[in-house]
Nanobody, 122 residues
């Protein structure tokens, strides 16, 4: 059974940084592409970033390109999301998820973490 546990969320001022981590277990992590999504109050869950299982190919939501970096450490079964130059509109619950296939489409993800809250406010 796939288990994903996010950590690293919190309250940060605009312009600040946070690094989220997602620890995975119960599956062959090195064979799975992994994604990050977020959901703000009253909004649908949206794609943020995805990293291929080999760690080279990555896609990002346009509004986070140049600010967020997705990475993975296959030795630690962990995927990361480094978030820089944070804006109030980045406030959301952030989720990591396992991809059935490398995609930005939420329907291609079959396992989810519980989420971690990120709040960007002065």
């Amino acid at each position: 059974q796939v288990q994903l546990v996010e950590s690293g969320g919190g309250l940060v001022q605009p312009g600040g940084s946070l690094k989220l981590a997602c620890a995975a277990s119960g599956h062959t992590f090195t064979s799975d592409s992994m994604g990050w999504f977020r959901q703000a109050p009253g909004k649908e869950r949206e794609f943020v970033a995805v990293i291929h299982y080999h760690g080279v190919t990555k896609y990002y939501l346009d509004s986070v390109k140049g600010r967020f970096i997705v990475s993975r450490d296959n030795a630690k079964n962990t995927v990361y999301l480094q978030m820089n130059s944070l804006k109030p509109e980045d406030t959301a619950v952030y989720y990591c998820a396992r991809a059935v296939r490398f995609s930005q489409n939420i329907r291609e993800y079959d396992s989810w973490g519980q989420g971690t809250q990120v709040t960007v406010s002065s």
